[in-house]
């Protein structure tokens, strides 16, 4: 979440969807501190290769700063796999709130 210092991380989220795009798995996961809210354009080739999980419990989601969530930067996406819940939750000492999903 540092405006002007995202080739990195774009970088890193074009591997990973190139990734997905070539795993032959029907069911599929992917989780991570992506640091892009779920509407960044560098998510698009990820979404167009899984589905981004929402999550159930009526709220959005948001994960960032732990002390007061303002975004969530935090991914799920699946792909063959029906998502059940998606939650997030304090764990541990981290800035961010883990996010807890479960999947059938």
Known sequence: MRPGHQQDRDTMLSGIAEQVAVDPAESL???????????????????AEADGVRPTDGTLGFTWPVAFPLVRID?????GLD??????????NSDHLATL???R
Do not use: I, W
């Open 29 to 47: 996961l992917v989780v991570g501190d992506f640091n892009a809210p779920s509407t960044d354009p560098s998510l698009s080739a990820l979404r």
């Open 83 to 92: 998502v059940v819940t998606s939650t997030t939750m304090r764990a541990g």
């Open 101 to 103: 999903t479960r999947v």
């Open 75 to 79: 991914q799920v996406f699946v792909r």
